[in-house]
């Protein structure tokens, strides 16, 4: 019996499948998931292909990029206010940025998508469920950032749990209102007729139909991750110097503004990048499967 494929569920993967078929053909898919895995690829690489020790002090300080007046081939994006190189820095602040919005998505969204089933499987613990997640829901994840600094003390850890946090609710009710149309369908009741146990039918039938259109929602997530985070490491709640990491570098780069520009626009250019990069690829995914937005 483990075997039963229902007729709507195959029908759904076969047209979601037909859907995805021209993802690879998208310009904007082809540009922003290369740009995506460019910047991942190198953030990953950091150390192995920066050309200088992001914490290395005593170079000239606020030398701007070689290509402009005044730069040194030496440094490529030119050194922040200490005399760092800024293309090491920046290598080495990405990665921490996309860890720490990969963390938090992993966690947050985890819990979220087994809070959301939960709910939407046993009706009787769904209003206890989705009551916290109501509350959960009214506190802004720089509220819970800055709460758990003065408990903790500001680093990584304090952002990816109030990131983790502030993506629980968003995601639990996304994934409670698609388990809620699965649950719906004939399959469900008749794997309940014909014995099916609880795990079984949450994780082969309910779990994976469901999961496309969370995953589409995570993506989106992530750009939304990302940004909050280097918003609270621009309040300094973030890791701590001389750690890098793009909004604390640009919070840092704040000062020198005006005559050294390049040292805050950098991180920041890079942050808009990954963010609009994630955004496109989650809307590219919601039209795959949702063929009503691709004829707006």
């Given at each position: 019996m483990s075997s039963m494929t229902s007729p709507d569920a195959m029908s759904s993967s076969g047209t979601s499948g037909r859907r995805l078929t021209w993802l690879p053909r998208d310009p904007t898919v082809l540009l922003a998931g290369g740009m995506l895995v460019a910047i991942i690829a190198l953030a990953v690489s950091a150390p192995w292909i920066a050309p200088y020790d992001p914490y290395q002090t005593g170079h000239i300080p606020f030398l701007p990029p070689s290509f402009m007046d005044g730069g040194s081939p030496d440094f490529l994006l030119g050194t922040d206010q200490q005399g760092r190189d800024l293309l090491s820095r920046l290598l080495y602040g990405t990665r921490n940025?996309?860890?720490?919005?990969?963390?938090?998505?992993?966690?947050?969204?985890?819990?979220?998508?087994?809070?959301?089933?939960?709910?939407?499987?046993?009706?009787?613990?769904?209003?206890?469920?989705?009551?916290?997640?109501?509350?959960?829901?009214?506190?802004?994840?720089?509220?819970?950032?800055?709460?758990?600094?003065?408990?903790?003390?500001?680093?990584?850890?304090?952002?990816?749990?109030?990131?983790?946090?502030?993506?629980?609710?968003?995601?639990?009710?996304?994934?409670?209102?698609?388990?809620?149309?699965?649950?719906?369908?004939?399959?469900?009741?008749?794997?309940?007729?014909?014995?099916?146990?609880?795990?079984?039918?949450?994780?082969?039938?309910?779990?994976?139909?469901?999961?496309?259109?969370?995953?589409?929602?995570?993506?989106?997530?992530?750009?939304?991750?990302?940004?909050?985070?280097?918003?609270?490491?621009?309040l300094g709640l973030g890791v701590r110097p001389p750690e890098a990491e793009l909004g604390m570098m640009a919070s840092q780069g704040r000062d020198a503004l005006f005559f050294a520009a390049h040292i805050a626009t950098l991180p920041s250019l890079v942050i808009f990048v990954m963010v609009l990069c994630a955004n496109l690829l989650g809307d590219a995914l919601r039209d795959a499967l949702d063929p009503r937005m691709r004829n707006l």
């Open positions: 940025t996309l860890l720490t919005g990969f963390l938090a998505v992993l966690f947050g969204g985890g819990t979220g998508v087994t809070l959301g089933i939960i709910a939407a499987y046993f009706q009787r613990l769904d209003p206890p469920i989705m009551r916290c997640v109501d509350v959960l829901l009214s506190f802004p994840a720089i509220l819970l950032g800055l709460s758990l600094a003065a408990v903790v003390g500001p680093g990584t850890l304090p952002v990816i749990i109030a990131l983790s946090i502030a993506a629980i609710p968003d995601v639990a009710r996304i994934t409670r209102s698609t388990a809620l149309v699965v649950m719906g369908q004939e399959y469900m009741e008749a794997g309940r007729a014909i014995g099916l146990s609880d795990s079984t039918l949450i994780v082969r039938y309910l779990g994976l139909n469901c999961i496309g259109s969370v995953f589409v929602f995570l993506t989106l997530r992530f750009g939304q991750v990302i940004l909050i985070g280097a918003a609270l490491s621009f």
